[in-house]
């Protein structure tokens, strides 16, 4: 079941996006040369508990940290450490917060000094299809009809989707029903209704689409090495156009 929430719910999840929003700006003027990633984790961790909010990532299923910070051809849930950034490399932070029960999640990849033009290609792609991928969030639509845009954004730029990792439904709970795969053919699954939250979150690679788990439990990484980007909102579905929770205006 996909939930609807009601627009006193929707309120109280636009004020768990703004503090999530304002942690975004912490990072950015934050990340930089020379800072390790445990530092950044701290920062994040002690900026949303100054606002009266969890972390989320913090303690799910066990994982370790209040970010997950992945770097290079890591794809996603990546753990904080004492690695040093530096220039050259893309790093995607992936954050969540918890507010008055309320869940929201979103995650951005930053570029380190300068990178090969190739990559600046995969961030800017990446994020385009997760644009492309919110323009279908609309009522009316069908749950696949998300999915199928991403894929197809993504492949016709010669880059993969990532198929082991999925968004999701969102709400009083990280993880909800529906899961929401970053390909698929259009017009399949659930119907979208206005009041359904989700957050949408392709992870490109630049090469294939195969991604290994490593044994620290946690991160995932392209099994070709290839460089991997990550972009996350959570919108809610409405008439006509979603509304982005988490994107600063
Ligand atoms: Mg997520």
New binding site residues.
Partial sequence: MINIRSPREIELLRNSSKILIETFRLVDDLIEPGIDTKTINKEIDRYIRSKGAKPAFKGYRGFPASACISIDDEVVHGVPSKRKLIPGQIVGI?I?VEYNDYFS???KTYVIGEIPLITKKLIDITKESLNIGIQQAVAGNRLSDISHAIQKYVESAGFSVVMDLV??G?GRE??EEPQLPNYGKANRGPRLKEGMVL?I?PMVNMGGYKVIFEKDKWTVRTADGSPSAHF?HTVVVKNGSAEILTMGR
């Fill in positions: 992936d969540g999640d979103a995650a968004g999701h969102i990280l993880h957050a979150e996350e």
